[in-house]
Nanobody, 123 residues
Framework: QVQLVESGGGLVQAGGSLRLSCAAS????????MGWFRQAPGKEREFVAAIGRIGEPTYYADSVKGRFTISRDNAKNTLYLQMNSLKPEDTAIYYC????????????????WGQGTQVTVSS
């Protein structure tokens, strides 16, 4: 089992950047593929990015490709999401998730979730 805690959210102007972090408990972080998802008000939770257990492969939603970068530091038990060129439509609660052995864009493949961190992008 793994516990996940996100941080780094906040209010930023359009065009700005934020870096989200997800700290994982336990010594098994490196055995999980990881992902970032987001949920805007009134919308379903959607896939943002995923990363394999050793840092590859990586996958991105089309809406964030070229602007967001997912990475991980297994020595620090931490997952990151660097978000650049932010847009108002990126406003959402961002969740990190731990899944199985293989990175996937499928939400149901993730077993453990953090509590989320709010990202608000003003126009």
């Amino acid at each position: 089992q793994v516990q996940l805690v996100e941080s780094g959210g906040g209010l930023v102007q359009a065009g700005g950047s934020l870096r989200l972090s997800c700290a994982a408990s336990g010594r098994t972080f490196g055995s999980y593929a990881m992902g970032w998802f987001r949920q805007a008000p009134g919308k379903e939770r959607e896939f943002v990015a995923a990363i394999g257990r050793i840092g590859e492969p990586t996958y991105y939603a089309d809406s964030v490709k070229g602007r967001f970068t997912i990475s991980r530091d297994n020595a620090k038990n931490t997952l990151y999401l660097q978000m650049n060129s932010l847009k108002p439509e990126d406003t959402a609660i961002y969740y990190c998730a731990a899944g199985g052995r293989i990175a996937t864009i499928v939400r149901l493949e993730y077993d453990y979730w953090g509590q989320g961190t709010q990202v608000t992008v003003s126009s």
